[in-house]
């Protein structure tokens, strides 16, 4: 076999380049390659070690991992240089040797668990990071690169916070947006052809970085320390947590705009100066809660040193999430059903420490009786037509999901797989038909806008951004609904009650939607898949699937109890239900894709668990 040689410049300082001497060149077999990481210029950014001078250099033992072809494993490459240097040598395996058509792309650092789709990488920025005085957290600090030739120069993903203290006995620093911004996690990024990484989407978004000081002991006072997070846009600011030995700890607020480049730390040296490090006690911010009848969040704000507990005495009040840090003061959100009755009315919360409990006493005042005084909560509706088939079609998924994150729960998705399907449904042909579908994968927003394909996910989820801001812009919501739905063996029902603000002849859609259901699906991406997760998908319709047609005077409301018999084999402990309101266009603009499905658009959508009740909703 013959050998394959390979010189890669990568490598880059955040000053001047310096003369070193040669890289050790080791003896090989002729399965590996050598890559030559070499300065690149002085605004190419390197791996590891800051020195003294400002240069940064790889370190002894460091590792990359470096990807030939989509999907397939990355080669693991190993310095074998015994003192840091700008400019080293990688050896290592990769499963295609180099060409001059195709990229090889490196990561730092190796990490088997990094992926590689032939677009983006996935790799993760850890939010538990080790310091190190004078230098980044060993591993943290992603770099990455792409060359179909010997010439290949590494730059950083992200960014961070450089800091120092001034207090003896600091243990740990973190660091938080102001409005909880991911700053670490498992991301996809692409490389641009100007070499530069550019974070695509954050898949699981970490919203702290903690860096703990180095071999369990305390940071050094005086020295320099790195956090390193993701770029981020922190319109807010941001806190940064301190925590010493002794348990206590304080606070810094920045609450002016900031921004984390790629490739650079902000620097907020001594940071701790002039900051009372106190006890973390177990103080209840807020003791009582005012609202109005409408549904809505409201938030308890809570300050303790371990995770509080509640009971909750009422039953239209629910828990929904934790936003912040406990040690200095977390935000509780609840959730108050909307009050229907003419009285208003009480309920509590005890919040409870490992020895007390505090009540909080939460306020809702009585119906107003007139909701058309009220803006409704609009959400946007996708259907994806789809099949198991379809090798394109997991790339659409993945675009709506992306851009569910975006948007997040006023984005609807239902999920339409073809007579053809492992999951067919029975009214997608139909449905098909009259939206002009000519080819799977095809989405289609609020029965208005065709979403085409792209392997580029961002791209994707962007047409769907487009269409969703183009309704709200276009088309102002005049139609909500409340719904119950129960399931007695086999047969669905559904108790609705939908509201109108404008008198107009209007159609209903409610469908029962699937979760969690395994099985096969061709993916031209990826490979064919048998374990493949499925998600949204529509099983069966409660009234005809092009819309039960009603009329309401604007300021009334209609009630509708529909049935249903579902498939055989569906999981009842996985289903929605989905309902959707649609609305002729009439005199409004008509900003179609096609002229297809009539005069109709989706005004509103909403869905919620089988056996759930869904209220009526109200914009803030």
């Known amino acids: 076999m013959k050998k394959y040689w390979i010189n890669f410049l990568a490598l880059a300082v955040l000053a001047g380049c310096t003369a070193e001497p040669a890289v050790n060149e080791v003896p090989q077999d002729e399965d590996f390659i050598t890559i030559i990481a070499d300065a690149g210029g002085d605004d190419a950014e390197t791996r590891t070690v800051r020195q003294e001078s400002g240069a940064v250099y790889w370190s002894p033992g460091d590792e990359i991992i470096v990807f030939s072809k989509a999907n397939a494993a990355g080669g693991r490459f190993t310095s074998s240089e015994t003192q840091p240097k700008q400019r080293v040598s990688f050896q290592g395996k990769v499963e295609d040797k180099p060409s001059s058509s195709g990229y090889l792309y490196g990561v730092y650092p190796y990490d088997p668990s990094f992926t590689f789709d032939g677009t983006n990488v996935t790799a993760t920025v850890p939010a ?6 004078g230098s980044f957290a060993r591993g943290a600090f992603l770099s990455a690169a792409r060359s179909r030739t010997q010439s290949m120069t590494f730059s950083h993903l992200g960014g961070g916070i450089k800091f120092s203290l001034t207090e003896e006995g600091i243990t740990s620093v973190t660091i938080r947006g102001g409005e909880e911004e991911p700053l670490a996690g498992r991301v996809a990024f692409s490389i641009g052809s100007d070499g530069a990484p550019q974070v695509k989407s954050v898949l699981t978004p970490e919203v702290a970085v903690t860096l703990t000081a180095p071999d369990g002991g305390a940071f050094e006072v005086g020295k320099a320390y790195h956090i390193a997070t993701l770029p981020a846009d922190l319109p807010s600011g941001f806190t940064l947590l301190f925590e010493r030995e002794d ?3 304080a606070a810094r607020t920045i609450s002016k705009p900031v921004t984390i480049q790629r490739g650079h730390f902000l620097k907020l040296m001594e940071a701790d100066k002039d900051l009372t490090f106190t006890d973390i006690e177990f103080e209840l911010m807020t003791p009582s809660v005012e609202l109005t009848a409408k549904g809505q969040d409201f938030v308890v704000r809570v300050r303790s040193f371990e995770e509080p507990h509640f009971d909750i005495f009422d039953e239209w009040i629910t828990f929904v999430k934790c936003v912040g840090d406990r040690r200095i003061g977390a935000d509780y959100y609840f959730h108050a059903a909307r009050n229907k009755e003419m009285e208003e009315r009480t309920g509590y919360i005890s919040v ?5 409990c505090y009540m909080v006493e939460v306020e809702q005042e ?8 009220e803006a409704f909560v609009h959400r946007s509706l996708g259907m994806r037509f789809t099949a198991t088939w379809c ?6 998924n993945k675009s709506f999901y992306r ?4 948007l997040g729960d006023r984005f609807e998705i239902v999920n339409l797989h073809a007579s053809s399907s492992d999951l067919a449904f029975s009214e ?15 989405g289609v927003i609020d029965g208005r806008v065709d979403i085409d394909n792209a392997t580029d996910i961002e791209v994707g989820a962007q047409y769907v951004v487009n269409a969703f801001q183009e309704q709200e812009a276009t088309y102002p919501t005049v139609t909500s609904f409340e719904f119950a739905s129960s399931i007695s063996e086999s047969t669905v029902s559904v108790d609705l009650v939908v509201y109108a603000k404008e008198t107009d002849n209007y159609k209903l859609t409610v469908l029962v939607l699937e979760n969690g259901i395994v099985g096969y699906q061709a993916d031209n991406g990826e490979g064919a898949h048998q374990d493949y997760h499925h998600d949204r998908i529509a099983r069966l319709a409660l009234t005809a699937i092009d819309g039960d047609a009603f009329t309401l005077t604007g300021g009334e409301e209609k009630n509708f109890s529909l049935t249903g018999v579902l498939p055989v084999g569906c999981n009842p402990d996985n289903l929605e239900v989905l309902v959707y309101v649609q609305r002729p266009f009439g005199s409004q603009p008509r900003k179609q894709s096609h002229s297809y499905y009539g005069d109709y658009y989706v005004d509103n959508s909403r869905s919620a668990a089988l056996g759930a009740e869904a209220e009526l909703e109200f914009a803030d």
Do not use: F, H, R
């Open 128 to 133: 538990e990071q080790e310091g190190v005085a």
């Open 247 to 249: 348990g206590k700890v």
């Open 352 to 356: 409870c420490s490992d020895t007390n």
């Open 366 to 373: 009585a119906a107003s009786g007139d909701w058309t005084e």
């Open 391 to 396: 090798g394109w079609c997991p790339y659409m």
């Open 403 to 406: 851009a569910k994150e975006i």
């Open 428 to 442: 997608t042909d139909y449905l098909a038909d009259l939206y002009q579908i000519e080819g799977y994968p095809t």
